[in-house]
């Protein structure tokens, strides 16, 4: 049987070639790996790209950023298990943990976001509403980006890397919550509530704005699969 190529973004494929080059000892625990430019320049991506494979190795306990120093090897442990539960899981676990990653980014949100954060993300709230739902490939490019901006606004680099590399890596499921008509829809009214919350820096209630768009969707899902164990 032959084994079908497995299509990974430019982040992915860093991480890999960091993560292979710590296995073979070409980058050591404690040594310091190539800069941000050597890196771009060897590795052919942009500077974005690294960034953010950093960071997310960074969070992942793998990297080190040392203020002024640079980036340094902290573990040769295999994390690669991270990478793949991720595109392994089911639907149900992908909702649960982005649930989980969303309740804490709407606390984070409403403790530390800044009026220009809120500018940001009220006008990614609006893009969104003005954005066709029939146009499925636009309307989740455009809820995507006003997650990302909530994201930001905790001013969390690791927890904004983690959640923006958890969105880009589920791409079917989110596919799938859009257009699967026996889901519930979190709809606009919702995420305008979960943005007032955050702008008015009621962190309980961001939370519970947070948990009540997706936990909705577990509680349909969870109902699904009861159907289908008692069906079968």
């Known amino acids: 049987m032959i084994e079908q190529i497995q299509k990974r973004s430019l982040v992915d494929e860093v991480i890999h070639v960091i993560r292979q080059n710590i296995k073979n000892d070409i980058w050591k625990v404690d040594e310091k790996i190539p800069t941000e430019p050597e890196l771009v320049q060897g590795l052919g991506v942009g500077r974005n790209t690294i960034r953010e494979a950093i960071k997310i190795l960074e969070y992942l306990g793998v990297l080190e950023v040392r203020q002024g120093l640079g980036t340094f090897v902290r573990t040769k442990n295999d994390f690669s298990i991270v990478i793949n539960s991720i595109h392994h899981s089911d639907l149900y676990e992908h909702v649960e943990v982005r649930c989980l990653l969303e309740i804490e980014i709407a606390k984070l949100a409403a403790r530390h976001s800044t009026p220009e954060d809120m500018r940001d993300v009220i006008a990614c709230l609006e893009h969104?509403?003005?954005?066709?739902?029939?146009?499925?490939?636009?309307?989740?490019?455009?809820?995507?980006?006003?997650?990302?901006?909530?994201?930001?606004?905790?001013?969390?680099?690791?927890?904004?890397?983690?959640?923006?590399?958890?969105?880009?890596?589920?791409?079917?499921?989110?596919?799938?919550?859009?257009?699967?008509?026996?889901?519930?829809?979190?709809?606009?009214?919702?995420?305008?509530?979960?943005v007032q919350a955050i702008q008015h820096k009621s962190e309980s209630e961001a939370m519970r704005i947070a948990e009540s768009m997706l936990a909705p969707i577990l509680r349909s899902l969870d109902s699904i699969k009861a159907d289908f164990v008692q069906n079968h």
């Open 128 to 194: 969104r509403a003005a954005t066709n739902q029939q146009d499925v490939a636009n309307f989740m490019l455009s809820d995507k980006k006003l997650h990302l901006a909530i994201a930001k606004a905790t001013h969390n680099k690791a927890l904004q890397a983690t959640y923006e590399y958890f969105l880009n890596s589920s791409y079917q499921y989110t596919l799938e919550l859009v257009t699967n008509k026996n889901l519930p829809d979190p709809n606009q009214q919702i995420h305008s509530e979960l």
